[in-house]
């Protein structure tokens, strides 16, 4: 495949895989639990298999086991689902301004291969909107990656389920490596107070019903990193402002600087 890249491309794609290798332990512990979980369910292997293929979500698909395990109706499997997953409306909204030119098919491709700490790393590397030369497969690079991680420890899961003890406590270490993740995201005292707030939101609405805490964590970390920029802005200006009328009052730096 990469032989058919441009060297541009190809390039791209490497640092890619380069920026998502250090998650890859992370990604592999989620999906070996999410496989166990699935084969230890109602489903049947080739059930699971077909989940894992087709939905490729790990946090919608132990949210729903329990939901189909107690043959609840329909419906409330696939809110459920939809709660949990809200978060891709605003990964989407945020990479559409970069991929908007691509035609529908390829973005929805784009959409289905997306993932948390792909946009996280994707927006952390700072492209300009619109056609930038090797930038889609820059995200390629990390998306295929993620994908293969996936896929391959949710199989193993999934087909070897009985190997694996219910005690080692493998969703703790997968939690654990994606810590120093998020925290080397927090690159501002607004993205700070947003994780903060969505932390907080999360734990005080864990016991909520169809797992709205999350769409709730979500919602309160727009609003809150929005105001917190919002704050920042105007006590910028105000500086500025500030700044600017105590130069304008002062004679001594006025008769340093002379005529203009």
Known sequence: ??????????????????????????????????????????????????????????????????LLAAKLPVWTVLLTAAMVNMRFVIFSAGLAPHFSYLSLPRRLLLGYFNGDLIYLLF??????????????????????????????SSVIGILLASLFPDNWGLSLAGTLALVPI????????????????AGI????????????????????????????????????????RAEGGAGSHNPDRNRAEGPR
């Open 201 to 240: 939101v999360a734990l005080l609405a864990d016991a909520l019903p169809y797992k709205l805490a999350l769409p709730l964590a979500v919602l309160a970390a727009l609003a809150a990193g929005s105001a917190a920029d919002l704050v920042a802005e105007r006590a910028d200006l105000k500086r500025i």
């Open 1 to 66: 495949m990469l032989a058919r890249l441009s060297d541009t491309d190809r390039t791209a794609f490497k640092k890619g895989f380069r920026t998502f290798s250090p998650t890859i332990m992370a990604i592999f512990s989620w999906g070996l639990v999410t496989g166990i979980a699935m084969s230890k369910s109602v489903l049947s292997v080739p059930q699971a298999l077909g989940m894992s293929l087709l939905v490729y979500a790990g946090s919608s698909q132990l949210a729903v086991l329990p």
């Open 182 to 197: 998020m925290v080397t995201a927090i690159v501002s005292r607004s993205t700070l107070v947003a994780v903060s707030i």
């Open 123 to 152: 927006q952390k590397k700072g492209f300009a909107t619109g056609y930038v030369p090797g930038k889609e497969a820059y995200f390629w690079g990390m998306a295929v990656t993620s994908w293969l991680a996936w896929q391959v």
